[in-house]
């Protein structure tokens, strides 16, 4: 599986915006960067994903270099509800076993009211 | 919406014994996951399923067993309980489409003492 790098651990305050790198410098043709994030006592919640263009969502947006071996997760106004653990994930959309993620420790986030 | 449902939410078990852990979800999902998350890690896969009746082993499926008769329900199953299964589970859904986001339930805390 690809591998994904990403800060063990970041700080923000409250309203001002979060970027939150990944690095996958691995990363093959048929991979979507998935992000998910994990509130305290809580099971993981999907965030946003893409391939090759930036996306938008109510969420978040992911900004994805150009050479698709880094990706940022932007988060506009930071809320103390955004207090959590941030993975970034390649997911093979070419399926079959692939359809599983693999999860390492992720960033976690802390938001300074 | 339900749903990825988990039952037990919490539970005590002694060296030895065995346990259910139950998972329905009601969104049709064809694939079933169960992961596991030790104190300050990511999640790591046991067990997922591509549909019912068929199953296959994740990343760490020693000590566990599975099984999916239908498409709602994905139990897993601790045979003899030892204290390195110590964990909290999570139980997750997606559709077949691999862009499409893994739903998770809220977790099932066990403690082997």
């Known amino acids: 599986d690809a591998k994904t790098t990403q800060p063990n651990s970041m700080e923000s305050n409250e309203e001002e915006p979060v970027h939150l790198p990944c690095n996958h410098s691995t990363i093959s043709g048929t991979d979507y960067i998935h992000w998910y994030r994990q509130l305290p006592s809580q099971g993981p919640e999907y965030v946003i994903h893409?391939?090759?263009s930036n996306v938008n969502n109510r969420m978040a947006s992911l900004a994805i270099a150009e050479d698709r071996k880094s990706s940022t997760l932007i988060l506009h106004r930071a809320t103390l509800r955004d207090a959590a653990v941030y993975y970034c994930i390649l997911r093979d959309r070419s399926g079959g076993s692939n359809y599983k993620l693999t999860f390492g420790k992720g960033t976690l986030l802390t938001v300074n009211p | 919406n339900a749903g990825v449902t988990q039952t037990p939410k919490f539970r005590i078990l002694k060296i030895g014994q065995s346990m259910t852990l139950q998972c329905t979800q009601d969104?049709?999902?064809?694939?079933m996951y169960w992961y596991r998350q030790d104190p300050g890690m990511g999640l790591k896969l046991i067990y997922y399923s591509v549909g019912a009746g068929i199953t296959d082993k994740g990343e760490v499926p020693n000590g566990y067993n599975v099984s999916r008769s239908t498409t709602e329900d994905f139990p897993l199953r601790l045979e003899l309980a030892a204290p390195s299964q110590t964990s909290v589970y999570f139980c997750a859904s997606s559709g077949t489409d691999p862009s499409q986001p893994q739903h998770f339930g809220d977790g099932t805390r066990l403690s082997i003492l």
């Open positions: 969104m049709n999902h064809n694939y």
């Open positions: 893409g391939l090759t």
